[in-house]
Structures are given as C-alpha cells and as structure tokens.
C-alpha cells in the first residue's frame, strides 16, 4: 500500500517570496509521482507528474518538483510566488502496475500582497 | 461543455434517505473514480471502476454503492444517509492513450446530510 504525508496544512507566503510545499510518501514498490491544485470552488487540476528520467519536474506556471528517492520526498517549490497561485495542493502517488491514486491531506497556500 | 460533469452541484438531504450522485464523462475514458474530500483529510477513495464490468472498493466504501450503467457513467449512492456522510464528493476519470496516469476531475457536488 501507499501513503503520502503533507506535514503542513497551511502555509502563509507574501508575494514574490520563495515557497516549498512538502510532501513524503511511502511505498514497497516503484511509484508514480503527482501534484494536483484545487483553486477554490473548483475540482483538481494535475500541476505536474514524475514517472520516470528527470527528478527535477516543471509547470508551466513556474513550479517544480523534485523526486527523491533516497528521502521518498517529492517537494514542490516555486521561486516567487503570486495572489493567483493562492490554492490548496495535493501531493498523491500511484504504484506504477495499478492506477488507483492516493492523496495525501493537502496543504492551502495563501499568499498576501 | 465539462468533460466530467457531475449532478447535482449541491444536495442538502436528511439522515436516513437515500440519495445518487451522478457523473457523466464525455473523455472515453475506461477508468472512473469517486472520491470524498474533507477538510483536513484530504481525497479518500470511495470506489472505482476500470470498465463497465468491473468495480472495485476504494478504502472508505462502507455506506456506499455504486452503478457503472455505461463507459460514460458511474453513479454513486448512499443507501440510508448520515451527517458523517457531509462532504465534497469528486468524481474522476482516467485511461486516454496519452496522460494515462493523470485523473481528470469533475467539479464536484457538495452533500450536506442533516
């Protein structure tokens, strides 16, 4: 079975500061990586995935992650932040034979002028 | 038009009815999912399908029940509702020949159990 921790239920940012959202999981087996973002009142959107190559991953809204495997970690980062990226963000993973997702609790950021 | 579209948005019902959500999804998609999201909990698992002759519990089913009537819906329902039930309920899908792994989410419908 998997399992994915987000330690931090809320984090306050003002904007253009740096952010890092964390995110552990726990696996016996190979996985699959994911971020999604829930912008209020409405459903999830995938941010950004990690499958295979690369660790480091990309947004196309200025976000990245990185796929540790050594610390089973897949912290999501963004350099400077803006008013619009303020939303909730769910880190889930998915064992690579069988495609049923597992989120983890979510963290809202919230980002203040 | 939404691609995963679910009914109703809202519902506000008393304990001890029974109650279906629908989700209809326009993707072609094999492989649908219901999911509750409660605050501080996350997305939980309810029930998915990955075709129409196949559904599987997801972690938190009891209460639960579910109708796949085609590729296109899936359908859940609360037999006896209870005000634990309260919740935003998700509906996704996945299963195209690229992105298989990325779930695409309806909108949700909030349920309020009274």
């Known amino acids: 079975a998997q399992s994915v921790t987000q330690l931090d239920s809320q984090v306050p940012v003002f904007e253009e500061a740096p952010v890092e959202l964390r995110c552990n999981y726990s696996s016996s087996v190979s996985v699959y990586l994911f971020w999604y973002v829930q912008y209020p009142n409405q459903g999830l959107q995938l941010l950004l995935k990690?499958?295979?190559?690369?660790?480091l991953v990309k947004s196309i809204n200025g976000f990245e992650a990185e796929f540790n495997k050594s610390q089973t970690s897949f912290h999501l980062r963004k350099p400077s932040v803006h008013i619009s990226d303020t939303a909730e963000y769910f880190c889930a993973v998915m064992n690579t034979g069988f495609q049923k997702l597992v989120f983890g609790t979510g963290t809202r950021l919230l980002v203040s002028p | 038009d939404a691609d995963v579209t679910q009914t109703p948005r809202n519902r506000i019902t008393k304990t001890g009815k029974r109650i279906m959500l629908e989700c209809s999804q326009t993707?072609?998609?094999?492989?649908m999912y219901w999911y509750r999201q409660d605050p501080g909990l996350g997305l939980r698992l309810i029930y998915y399908?990955?075709?129409?002759?196949?559904?599987n519990k997801g972690e938190i089913s009891d209460g639960y029940s579910v109708s796949r009537q085609a590729q296109a819906k899936f359908s859940l329902s609360l037999e006896s509702a209870i005000p634990n039930q309260t919740a935003l309920y998700f509906c996704?899908?996945?299963?195209?020949?690229?992105?298989?792994?990325?779930?695409?989410f309806g909108s949700g419908t909030q349920l309020s159990v009274l």
């Open positions: 996704a899908t996945s299963g195209g020949t690229a992105d298989n792994e990325k779930l695409f």
């Open positions: 990690y499958l295979s190559g690369s660790t």
């Open positions: 399908s990955f075709d129409v002759k196949d559904i």
């Open positions: 993707k072609g998609h094999d492989r």
